[in-house]
């Protein structure tokens, strides 16, 4: 492996286990976090040049630790006093002989931390941006550059956004330790809510000029397998990786050599992550029978019935629409339904799906998504009302805010308007009914 | 010198009647020159912005300001994307005739202010 990633890689698996090490023993999360992130520019720095050091993580909680403490000797008196009371901190962590610290993998307590340090980033006095921002820089060792990068977002924005965030996290007086029952059941659903959000952000990115962004996806795939190792037994944790590997499977066959998307019904089979296929299939097989249900696994389970298919016209709709229907249920929503709407038009044709489709025109929620009018779009010309069809991808090319989206829509558009067909039939692709991308209930996009 | 290159129009105004091999040859032209702009370092900024449909102006009235749905100019003549390069004049003229010659659509070119403070 190159040498700078395995570098890369080496300080984000470490900075929440360095983090959680500190702040176990000083609390104030807020200057802990700042310290590790100055250890780990200082590591990106000097290992690449002097090499990596034997113990990794006792460099870094030795820096991380003398930036603490010269933050708080920079700080004011009030600080002072209240630190008064703890002698020299590198006393707590660091015995005299530092290289007396074992440099071992994840133990117990390490799990706690990290788990801890995952459920403090998404506490919910912070909004979602914050979330997402504080998660990936304080769990995910990202610097505040890369996570601005990220977002394509200014880093002054992100560094004030996360300063922010952790002033919020002091002033609602949160505890660094894992919230008891039933805080921890919902407090999970909002870690598994923002790694969701981080992966969706990434698979169809809502600014830009790209359709995605794989470094997004990327980070959201090892943070939720972060939350798998040390949550092996929820059923909704593995239901998100899986969810995650096998959406993400797809990635190479989304867009074409040129940049442009390629719907599911269109896309390469062979250039789907066969591997990551694998793998989504099996966590998921993993959790059956485990109990409940749950919405992840039932949108995994949506992902693997499309992985599945060798072909888009061997799909099995049938169970897709049963499992559809089931997520109605556990988890309802105006995406749900829209992409129940797609799986009921494959099933029972696309008049049955435009019904469907109906009943959303009133839901304020999708009042300025081009998503509606996209799967309208689809189903209309599959009903050969190619005129409306044509106006309908109009309306969804102007309201979507993802430049490859709308030169898709666009065109579409254009295609079911085409002055006189080619001489040779055979050109003429729209011959068969098109098969409409369901894609997964909760991507931005509705896109492949 | 920085010029300001712009395109104008919102969905189906530059494209009204064209086939659709004509505008994905449009989206390509777009993505190339893009993409040529800035490797050869003359592009400094480039974005496209959503449909005119979607802007908000914000208009003083009754004394008061209110936002208002839809762009200030008409959609036809909206901005849809600009281009920041340091060229001279006649490098951002012949750029942007590349791109009309195939659009047949007007376009605007405009030098940005300069701030240094002159003595």
Redesign the interface.
């Known amino acids: 492996m190159d040498g700078e990633r395995r570098i890369e890689d080496l300080l984000r698996e470490l900075a929440p286990q360095v983090l959680g090490a500190l702040v176990r023993r000083f609390g104030q999360f807020d200057a802990c976090e700042d310290a590790v992130q100055e250890a780990l520019l200082a590591a990106a720095v000097q290992w690449p040049a002097e090499g990596i050091p034997d113990r990794p993580r006792s460099w870094l909680l030795t820096v991380a630790a003398r930036a603490l403490v010269d933050a708080w000797r920079a700080d004011s008196a009030r600080r002072r006093r209240e630190t008064a009371a703890v002698l020299d901190p590198t006393d707590h962590i660091l015995p005299a002989d530092p290289t007396g610290i074992p440099d071992v993998g994840l133990a117990a307590a390490d799990r706690d931390d990290t788990l801890a340090l995952l459920f403090l980033c998404c506490h919910p006095a912070l909004s979602a941006p914050s979330q997402l921002a504080l998660t990936l820089r304080a769990t995910g060792g990202l610097t505040t550059a890369q996570v601005a990068a990220a977002f394509l977002a200014p880093e002054a924005t992100i560094a004030k956004r996360i300063a922010r965030a952790k002033q919020h996290i002091r002033d609602a007086g949160a505890r660094f330790e894992l919230p008891a029952q039933p805080e921890r059941t919902e407090r999970l659903g909002v870690v598994l809510h923002v790694l969701y959000l981080i992966f969706n952000e990434g698979y169809t990115t809502s600014s830009g000029p790209a359709l995605q962004r794989p470094d997004l996806t990327t980070e959201a795939i090892r943070l939720a397998r972060l939350l798998y190792r040390l949550l092996p037994e929820e059923a909704e944790v593995a239901g998100l990786l899986a969810l995650m590997l096998l959406t993400d499977a797809r990635r190479a066959a989304r867009t074409d050599a040129d940049g442009r998307i390629v719907p599911l019904a269109d896309q390469r089979r062979d250039q789907w992550d066969s591997a990551a296929i694998a793998e989504g299939q099996a966590i998921l097989t993993g959790t059956l029978g485990t109990g409940p249900v749950g919405p992840y696994q039932l949108q995994a389970a949506i992902a693997a019935l499309h992985a599945e298919a060798p072909s888009a016209e061997a799909t099995d709709w049938p169970q897709i629409l049963a499992l559809y229907d089931v997520l109605t249920t556990v988890a309802p929503g105006p995406v749900v339904t829209l992409s129940r709407a797609v799986a009921i038009a494959m099933v029972h044709g696309p008049t049955a799906g435009l019904a469907l489709l109906g009943t959303l025109d009133t839901d304020d929620r999708m009042a300025h998504s081009h998503r509606l009018e996209a799967v309208r779009a689809h189903l209309l010309e599959q009903t050969g009302e190619t005129t409306a069809a044509h106006h309908s991808y109009l309306r969804a090319a102007k309201l979507t805010a993802n430049l490859p989206e709308q030169r898709y829509l666009e065109l579409r558009a254009a295609q079911l308007h085409q002055p006189a067909p080619p001489a040779n039939p055979a050109d003429w692709p729209d011959q068969q009914p098109r098969t409409i991308d369901a894609g997964t209930p909760n991507e931005v996009s509705g896109h492949p | 010198m920085k010029y300001m290159i712009m395109m104008f129009g919102?969905?189906?105004a530059a494209?009204q009647g064209?086939?659709?091999e004509w505008?994905?040859g449009m989206?390509?032209l777009l993505?190339k020159l893009?993409t040529e702009l800035k490797e050869s370092g003359e592009c400094v900024a480039s974005?496209?912005l959503?449909?005119p449909?979607?802007a908000k102006t914000v208009r003083f009235i009754n004394g008061a300001p209110v936002p208002t749905d839809g762009p200030f100019a008409e959609v036809k003549e909206s901005l849809a994307g600009y281009w920041i390069l340091e060229v001279d004049e006649d490098r951002a003229l012949q750029i942007v005739s590349q791109v009309v010659a195939y659009t047949e659509y007007p376009m605007e070119v405009r030098r940005i202010m300069d701030h240094s403070a002159q003595p």
Request: proline share 0%.
């Open positions: 919102g969905i189906g494209t064209r086939s659709a505008i994905a989206h390509e993505m893009d974005d496209a959503v449909d449909s979607q």
